[in-house]
């Protein structure tokens, strides 16, 4: 909640009521009347409240303005608490909230009135509609004396800064790919993060949580030592968004460049709940490339990279293909999603395959969303070398998500905590700032 103010001006709105006053003084000078006399006194005695009131207001009046959920996603409400009060002897009969934030569809800016040692309290709501990083601030507040001679403005220059991720979806048409270890208890490579597999005990570090700590092992050595983790039985999951420019249709929710994030938003949502590594490889202006990681904090790194992606990059999917094949590791899975119909970037992505990569291709049907092409034969070619590849049409994922809020929300665990985490719930957000 923020309180400070690092500016209260009081300012003459108008030069008028001094000229009424100078002229009034003259008249009283050279014209000696009582009308004039009276004007004079009139006139002084409005000029000295409003400025006492205006004063007062300058000290008295207080905002301020709390987020109520820091995490939101496409669909969610964000909500915001405002506090107004006055701690003057003297009421603000209007006071404007003028804010600056830029998420779109959101305008907490309204006119409230309170009284002397009162406060206003009321809360400012909006549906996201599109995701991104936005600004909510700095925002201001307007008063002025009753009469309207002096006006107090108070700015406050914090702002917040805010994501809006995309909506996750339980239910997608394509399933997860299983990586080179599925079926094996156990991998052959070390882990330095937490899975199923304990594999042998090591020395404590600094570093290392309390929860990994072997307490038989430490108390029989009488020293600190924590469970040292095997790869899990799946392997990795890297997400690869094709985001040239050049191949992208549609604009808004109904282009391909949003399905593209909804897609890798809930396959990375369902692979982490399954306890597997996921990473995201996405080429557009400005490159994310996330190594695989685990857990709750790799889930807000990768939500946030989606947030921000955008289809205006000029790296083709061949390039991209190519830079992957420089980071994956051998047994990872790769789920490559496209609207590209052309096959010239098949031969990288068989070499990806004979490096032991498992190849999981999503199209974009091009004719769905208004396009030329023909992905359902692209994939074809694709399953006939021996690759997994599935096709989405325009509308699916839409149909997918308004079959999950007739139920409900989804959840699921996070593997750090084993806590249950609400993912998506329609109309609210349970994340907490």
Not at 80 to 86: P, R, V
Not at 249 to 273: I, K
Not at 365 to 382: A, Y
């Amino acid at each position: 909640m923020h309180t400070m103010e690092t500016q209260r001006s009081l300012r003459l709105r108008s030069r008028l009521p001094l000229l009424w006053l100078a002229a009034a003084g003259v008249a009283a000078l050279l014209l000696p009347d009582r009308i004039w006399s009276t004007l004079l006194v009139g006139l002084g005695g409005m000029f000295a409240v409003a400025y006492v009131w205006a004063r007062q207001l300058a000290r008295g009046l207080h905002g301020q303005r709390r987020l109520r959920f820091g995490w939101v996603s496409v669909g969610d409400r964000l909500s915001e608490e405002f506090a107004l009060s006055n701690n003057s002897v003297l009421p603000a009969f209007w006071v404007e909230v003028a804010d600056e934030s830029n998420v779109p569809d959101y305008r907490p800016g309204v006119v409230r009135s309170v009284g002397a040692a009162a406060e206003q309290r009321w809360r400012q709501e909006a549906v996201c509609r599109r995701r991104g990083q936005y600004r909510l601030g700095p925002w201001r507040l307007h008063s002025a004396d009753p009469f309207g001679i002096f006006t107090v403005t108070i700015r406050y220059p914090q702002s917040d800064e805010i994501i809006i991720h995309p909506p996750i979806h339980s239910e997608l048409p394509i399933p997860l790919p299983s990586g080179e270890s599925s079926g094996r208890s156990r991998a052959r490579r070390q882990s330095w993060q937490a899975t199923i597999n304990a594999a042998s005990v090591r020395d404590y570090r600094p570093q290392d949580p309390y929860r990994w700590i072997h307490w038989p092992t430490s108390a029989r050595q009488d020293s600190l030592f924590v469970r040292q983790f095997d790869l899990d039985a799946a392997g990795d999951v890297w997400l690869l968004l094709d985001l040239d420019a050049a191949v992208q249709l549609g604009e808004g929710l109904q282009g391909t460049e949003e399905h593209a994030v909804l897609l890798a938003a809930s396959l990375l949502a369902r692979a982490l709940h399954e306890n597997r590594a996921v990473g995201l490889a996405a080429y557009g202006q400005n490159p994310h490339v996330i190594p695989p990681g685990l857990g709750e904090g790799q889930a807000w790194r990768l939500l946030r990279a989606l947030a921000l992606v955008t289809a205006d990059g000029d790296t083709t999917l061949t390039l991209a293909l190519h830079d992957l094949k420089r980071v994956a590791q051998s047994g990872s899975a790769v789920i490559v999603i496209t609207p590209s119909v052309d096959a010239v970037w098949l031969p990288t992505l068989l070499d990806l395959e004979q490096l032991g990569l498992e190849i999981n291709v999503t199209l974009l049907d091009r004719p769905s969303f208004g396009g030329e092409g023909h992905s359902q034969r692209l994939c074809q070619t694709i399953q006939e070398l021996g690759c997994n590849c599935h096709v989405v049409h325009q509308g699916q994922l839409q149909a997918a998500q308004m079959a999950q809020e007739q139920r409900g929300f989804w959840e699921f665990k996070t593997l750090a905590t084993g806590k249950v985490v609400v993912v998506k719930e329609p109309q609210e957000t349970k994340g907490a700032r």
